[in-house]
């Protein structure tokens, strides 16, 4: 954040040569400029760029309000809160307004008496443009005073007039006169809140209480919704549909390498998770979103994944403090783990009452079996399963520190094929080598080379 402009009345902003621009034309002229320069205004968003992105750029142009359509997880309010940063990093504003007018443009009676009666002495603030996005969470027990306003009783107690607008107490949208207003979820809100929202919509002004206030207001509104066929909570009413200038459809991660980047940005990982583990989990997560046998208008958020890295890391953080270990690298074997956690996250079609464990575990299977097959393509495998002779066994488990695996791997004639599998997934110390061989013996599982035996947080390949 750069430092605060040191200009605190009108006339010094005049002399400045500040031009005030409206909203659309602040965000439209930022965002062209940062296209024109090659500067992402998008940043930390992840699989939307040949689609919704393109689409809510020419909806900014146009000046449209926007709602974005998605089921759960699809990262809308993080595309939403991204839209500050196409304001001006600083903006002026009357210093004492209740709205944050423009010194240029009072539009409350207050602010206009105020800027006639002081001229060029008006005092001014400035406002970062974080200040100038505000979020709403639409609730059923939202009212039309939380977000348009209502007559404010104390002010009336004081002896104002009541059809004074003095006496009104403004809402949120008001108060975002000059900024964004994000409202997530916007079904959820009643149906009358709804219609209370039609004329600061269209006509851009408020009505309280029987009260016509002529505001001008200059607001950009933004929501969210989930597709209406699966919330049964509520629906957009037709009116206000009518008035967003755009409706977006958001998706999941189109392309593997985005998912694995979501999961890498949005989890607070508490040990060192290889990429290869991530890539399980990615995978893991597109093959539910796949299944029949799962609730798909509730979709499988990228919250599944990413709660799914941070159980994996948190295990293997256990293991690690538990065993003494130097370093907490996660491991094939800590997958199992977060399996067990993260059934709650996903909605079952209503026949697979009871198969919920079994789906859950054979898709992570297939999920391992892919990513195998992707990073083992060239290797010889071959020399492991014959050290596997019946006789010899390899243990490894929740709490088998990495040094304990591998001094437990059977010695091979041929060539250095542990060094190969490590030099594959680039693992240059004990944990990174563990986690890339242990890979390896579960991929010769899936592929029925070897046996493996789970009890007890214990697994034997032989």
Do not use: C
């Amino acid at each position: 954040m750069s430092e605060t402009p040191r200009i605190s009345t009108l006339g010094e902003l005049r002399a400045s040569g500040h031009v005030h621009r409206t909203l659309r034309e602040e965000i439209r002229e930022n965002l062209l400029g940062a296209l024109a320069s090659g500067r992402d205004p998008w940043p930390g968003l992840h699989g939307f760029g040949r689609t919704v992105i393109p689409q809510l750029e020419r909806a900014l142009i146009a000046g449209h309000d926007v709602v974005l359509l998605g089921e759960r997880g699809q990262g809308k309010t993080r595309l939403l809160r991204t839209l500050s940063g196409l304001l001006d990093e600083w903006s002026p504003a009357i210093e004492g307004s209740e709205l944050g007018e423009h010194p240029y443009e009072p539009i409350t009676p207050e602010s206009q008496r105020r800027a006639s009666a002081l001229g060029d002495e008006l005092p001014i603030t400035w406002r970062h443009r974080s200040e100038r996005y505000a979020e709403k969470l639409a609730t059923p027990d939202t009212s039309v005073a939380d977000l348009i306003g209502d007559v404010d009783p104390m002010r009336v107690a004081e002896g104002r007039r009541l059809g004074d607008p003095d006496t009104i107490h403004f809402g949120l949208i008001p108060r975002s006169h000059r900024g964004i207003v994000a409202i997530n979820e916007l079904p959820d809100l009643a149906e009358r809140i709804q219609v209370a929202m039609l004329n600061v919509m269209e006509e851009r002004d408020i009505q309280i209480r029987g009260y016509v206030l002529r505001l001008p207001l200059d607001v950009l509104v933004v929501a969210s919704a989930n597709p209406e066929d699966y919330t049964n909570r509520g629906r957009i009413i037709t009116p206000l549909k009518d008035r967003f200038g755009a409706e977006i459809r958001t998706h999941y991660p189109i392309d593997l390498a985005d998912e694995v980047a979501v999961i890498r940005q949005e989890a607070h990982l508490v040990a060192d998770v290889p990429d290869s583990i991530l890539e399980v989990l990615a995978r893991y997560t597109r093959l539910l979103r796949d299944s029949p046998a799962i609730n798909q208008r509730s979709g499988v958020s990228a919250r599944f994944s990413i709660a799914g890295a941070e159980t994996v890391a948190a295990s293997a953080l256990h293991r690690a403090t538990s065993r003494r270990e130097e370093h907490a690298v996660a491991r094939v074997v800590d997958l199992e783990t977060a399996v067990d956690v993260l059934g709650g996250k996903i909605e079952f079609e209503s026949g697979e009452e009871g198969r919920e464990a079994e789906v859950l575990g054979h898709l992570l299977r297939t999920a391992t079996a892919e990513t195998v097959r992707e990073h083992f393509r060239g290797i010889d495998l071959g020399p492991l399963v014959s050290a596997l002779d019946g006789r010899t066994t390899v243990t490894t488990g929740e709490q088998v520190t990495a040094r304990e695996f591998l001094d437990g791997l059977p010695p091979l004639d041929e060539a250095p094929l542990y060094d190969e599998i490590a030099e594959r997934f680039g693992a240059t110390d004990d944990g990174r080598r563990a986690s890339a061989i242990e890979l390896a013996l579960e991929g010769l599982y899936l592929l029925r080379r070897i046996s493996k035996d789970s009890d007890d947080g214990e697994t034997i390949y032989g």
